[in-house]
């Protein structure tokens, strides 16, 4: 097969994480866009698997447990059986998509360039984008467009879609919240080096609530240290935030959507807030803004310690920066929350009480 033949049955490679699996979203809604009829499956890990769940543009999703070891690449292989593909993308840099390229079986499979990928994985596709320079992880994905000549989308879309009863769950918790602003405050992310110090959330917390009379929601997921940062914000602050975290992926996904504006280091949860537009404050040290940073929209509302004061922005920039987090200032962030709410929110009126968020 070539690419001047149809190409049908596409399959994605792209795991995980979260913030990855929002960003190769145009580039299934592009490849339908470009012939509805053709069919699209996605290899994920659980949790980001369950962004793609009501999602237009996917039409099937295969998980790959991954932390289950050989058991986990034997269920991936049996979910491949009776599968016909015409072409894969493998748009992971690590060796873990080299199982779910091959078990599609299909004869065309591109990946990364040489130089973007590791471990050799570079020799487990036939064909391969074009090398090019570091750029954000949005524009690297997009340039898998190239191949099957489809122009790059403008302006981009995500599509994410959520189900009718995830659209009432959502109402019902909303309407039982106080009048006036809602601000999420994502409080960790896949790598504890990425993480704000858990304390200075509190002075934060309080900040927001007594400046714009916001109802302030603690977001993330299950695990330990986020559950203890939790903990310790709910003991200390006087702003009496609520609390979400849990492990279900969706209601993250619609609480996040819900809010007014919120503040995320380099998460999953402030990939889906761009994604879904709504504001998001980013805390940037551990990782570089210009690589992993909030695509083209709330780039002012970034907080960038990665970069040292003077030093031009590069996304090139791949390496992270070590113990650069706690840089990060309450003041700094308070800067740009007030941005946020002269730019991108509406505040509420405390006197008066009187609702007028957008």
Not at 76 to 85: A, I, M, V, Y
Request: hydrophobic content about 40%; aromatic content about 6%; charged content about 30%.
């Amino acid at each position: 097969m070539t690419l001047d033949d149809r190409v049908t049955e596409i399959c994605i490679v792209l795991l995980t994480g979260i913030g990855d699996v929002v960003h190769g979203l145009p580039v299934v809604n592009a490849l339908k866009d470009d012939d509805p009829a053709r069919r699209i499956t996605w290899v994920a890990e659980p949790a980001p698997a369950r962004v793609l769940r009501e999602h237009p543009s996917v039409d099937r999703v295969i998980e790959f447990h991954r932390s289950l070891g050989l058991p986990g690449v034997q269920r991936l292989r049996d979910d491949f059986q009776g599968r016909r593909f015409d072409l894969t993308f493998n748009m992971q840099r690590h060796l873990k998509g080299v199982f779910p390229t091959l078990f599609s079986g299909a004869p065309l499979r591109i990946g990364l360039d040489r130089e973007k990928v590791r471990e050799g994985v570079w020799r487990f596709s036939n064909r391969h984008i074009e090398p090019g320079p570091w750029a954000h992880t949005q524009d690297v994905l997009l340039r898998f467009l190239e191949p099957l000549g489809i122009p790059r989308p403008e302006p981009l879309e995500w599509r994410i879609t959520f189900s009718e009863p995830e659209r009432a769950a959502q109402a019902e918790f909303f309407r039982h919240l106080p009048t006036g602003p809602v601000v999420g405050l994502v409080l960790g992310s896949n790598v504890i080096r990425k993480d704000w110090p858990a304390e200075r959330y509190v002075e934060l917390s309080d900040a927001i609530a007594d400046r714009y009379g916001a109802t302030i929601l603690l977001v993330g997921g299950p695990a330990p240290r986020e559950a203890a940062a939790a903990r310790l914000i709910l003991d200390r602050t006087g702003s009496r935030p609520i609390s979400t975290l849990g492990d279900d992926v969706r209601r993250m996904m619609w609480t996040v959507e819900g809010c007014d504006l919120v503040v995320s280091p380099d998460s999953g949860p402030l990939h889906l807030a761009h994604a879904m537009n709504v504001p998001v404050v980013g805390l940037y040290g551990h990782t570089n803004p210009e690589r992993v940073g909030p695509y083209r929209r709330f780039r002012d509302l970034v907080v960038d310690a990665y970069h040292d004061p003077g030093e031009a922005g590069d996304p090139a920039r791949t390496a992270a920066r070590e113990g650069r987090m706690s840089r990060i200032e309450v003041a700094d962030v308070l800067e740009r929350v007030e941005r946020a709410f002269d730019s991108y929110v509406r505040p509420v009126d405390v006197e008066s009480s009187t609702e007028i968020r957008t």
